[in-house]
């Protein structure tokens, strides 16, 4: 039976009909397969290489997701076990396998497409999580000055989430705090992962320990968000545990974690909202998110003012300056009715 990194290789021999195949809304354009996402989307931000050494390695542009042909064929088919793509990937590489379409009249794809979207994984992933208080992620949390996480129903925790290394292809399992991404109507677009260290070492001890898959785009983690109401006023930032940080001193006020820089200026603010709070890491890509929600919040009327931390994000913050002095910041930043109704006295 082939390995993890023999069946990437076998896809890889074939990167192109793989793409036609789990990509089809996608089309080659010279050396690369050009597509919108991972969830098969029309578009141009997420590229596959199809020769040369790097035959079969993708990186989407936009979600700085990346990977291999297996992991691919993982997140557009919506899979969760490592088994189940493991056999995905053999039935694909059992079939016969036709000329590309590039050299046939009319252009038709080999295959029918995949209709399985990567949404439908991280949904799948998230009902498998465990409440968060107790757990080895709570405890992580608390570590990092996070002491009610418990409390988010947006957050939780699986024992035993598959994780796969994209260097040498070796798959192993370990316990990960696990956020659900959802959009403005509360349905789950994605997930993303934070693997952790077993003996309560803090993260896990791989190279890529944070990991977001599904439609993050416009899409968040949302925290306090009430259901089906109005949001006139709201925290937005890029990182999770930047977010939890703050609605740790204000528990209060809804809140959304984009998770990257990118996804944070492609943020879409609920309907009628009327501040909203950016909150910026102390770097460059922070500045471009903080720079691009701005924009899109004043071309809807809303009125956008930056948080900015004393260290380099509000999680330092308050890990090493403490609450009380994240607290006193945030009151020099907010609106003083915002301050008055939020923060503690």
């Given at each position: ?85 493991a056999d995905e990937a053999r039935h ?58 418990s409390t988010h129903a947006a957050l ?114 609920p309907a009628r909202c009327l501040r ?70």
């Open positions: 039976m082939l390995s993890a990194s023999e069946l990437a290789d076998r896809l890889a021999r074939d990167a192109e009909a793989v793409c036609r195949h789990y990509l089809s809304a996608g089309r080659r354009a010279g050396n690369y397969w050009i597509v919108g996402d991972v969830a098969n989307s029309k578009g141009r931000s997420l590229y596959v290489y199809l020769f040369g050494p790097r035959a079969g390695r993708w990186t989407d542009a936009a979600t700085g997701q990346y990977g291999d042909l297996l992991d691919l064929v993982r997140e557009t088919c919506g899979l969760v076990d490592f088994r189940d793509v694909f590489l059992s079939l016969p396998q036709s000329e590309p379409a590039s050299s046939r009249r009319g252009g038709a794809p080999d295959y029918p497409p995949v209709e399985k979207p990567a949404a439908e994984r991280a949904r799948r992933l998230f009902a498998m999580t465990q409440p968060l208080a107790g757990t080895l992620a709570d405890t992580y949390l608390r570590e990092r000055g996070i002491l009610q996480a939780g925790f699986h024992p035993s989430c598959y994780y796969r290394d994209l260097g040498s292809s070796r798959t192993t399992s370990y316990p990960a705090l696990i956020a659900a991404v959802t959009d403005p109507y509360g349905q789950i677009t994605g997930v993303h992962r934070t693997w952790l260290d077993p003996g309560g070492e803090g993260k896990a001890k791989v190279e890529d320990p944070r990991r977001a898959l599904g439609g993050l785009l416009g899409n968040a983690v949302r925290l306090r968000f009430p259901i089906n109401g109005p949001v006139p006023l709201m925290v937005a930032g890029e990182g999770l545990e930047t977010i939890l940080s703050l609605s740790h001193v204000m528990p209060g006020l809804p809140m959304a974690a984009a998770l990257t820089a990118n996804h944070l200026a492609a943020f879409s603010p909203l709070y950016i909150a910026g890491d102390a770097d460059a890509a922070g500045r471009h998110g903080i720079e691009g929600l701005s924009r899109r919040a004043q071309a809807l009327g809303i009125l956008p003012l930056v948080l900015a931390p004393e260290l380099g994000d509000f999680n330092e913050d308050l890990r090493w300056l403490g609450p009380d002095r994240l607290t006193a910041n945030l009151r020099a930043q907010l609106v003083p009715e915002d301050a008055m109704a939020y923060l503690p006295v």
